[in-house]
């Protein structure tokens, strides 16, 4: 294939919407050409939604392709660049204010100590519930923030922990898994619906849909993934979700109770 070619090739996947989908485009162009360009491109996606290592491993491999000394000097200057940011990335991590409990661990609301987390790497996630405002009002709107669509006990508990503990306040952010539409901000508008994870017939949100969720998209502007520690209220089949979403990631995920 000519370089003309796979320039065009390299145009038309990062010409598509999605990065997830342009980085699997890119990714089946380098292996059936094995050029230095596509690989550049690679490394410059997976920079962008911060994946370093994986980045920093495509620079490499373009240094050693490109046959030119001057894109040899363009990809060993991302290489720096790159090594930088997870240097960076490091320093931050190792000066975190607290080592979270282990994954197997189960907390209670009540016992967490805000304190002894960072609100920039802590997102808590609380499980949706059957039972929503239409169950109750049958005048309620089509559409609803999520916050107040959702009328379960255990979250209503959780909605008071928050308001108690002053998590908002203190900058901690949290998102509620939803068997329909993933991982959705609070005021998210929502309409009724009857979909749960138990039950595959009604057509829950998909493991591979939620884990591109983690992987790809943000919330606040921040990757999901960028989420060290990640606290989950709801019951075990949830935590799963939450748990498998964010092994990718490399995320602590902690089960909690209200």
């Known amino acids: 294939m000519g370089w003309d070619v796979i320039n065009l090739e390299i145009k038309r996947c990062r010409s598509m919407s999605d990065v997830g989908e342009r980085i699997r485009c890119l990714k089946e162009l380098f292996e059936r050409t094995q050029d230095g360009m596509v690989a550049f491109a ?49 320093e931050k991590i190792k000066g975190a204010k607290l080592t979270p409990p282990s994954v197997s661990s189960m907390i209670k609301l009540s016992e967490i100590n805000l304190n002894e987390y960072d609100q920039q790497t802590t997102l808590f996630v609380v499980a949706c519930s059957k039972t929503k405002i239409w169950d109750i009002n049958e005048s ?50 929502i309409c009724n619906y009857s979909v749960t994870f138990s039950d595959e017939a009604t057509g829950p949100i998909s493991d591979e849909t939620l884990c591109r969720q983690v992987l790809y998209q943000t919330r606040w502007g921040v990757l ?24 990718t990631a490399g995320s602590n995920v902690i089960r909690a109770s209200t």
């Open 42 to 90: 690679l490394g410059e996606e997976l920079e962008a939604c911060g994946n370093m290592e994986e980045a920093l491993q495509y620079f490499e491999k373009a240094e050693t392709l490109f046959p030119l000394a001057r894109y040899k000097e363009m990809a060993k200057s991302a290489i720096s660049r790159i090594r930088e940011k997870i240097q960076r990335n490091k």
């Open 140 to 189: 309620a709107p089509e559409f609803v923030p999520a916050r107040m669509a959702y009328q379960g006990d255990d979250f209503k508990k959780f909605l008071k922990w928050v308001e108690e503990s002053g998590l908002e306040q203190k900058g901690f952010r949290w998102l509620i898994l939803s068997a329909k539409y993933g991982y959705i901000e609070p005021w998210h508008p």
């Open 224 to 247: 999901l993934r960028r989420f060290r520690t990640v606290i989950c209220v709801g019951n075990e089949l949830y935590f799963n979700k939450v748990k498998n979403s964010f092994k």
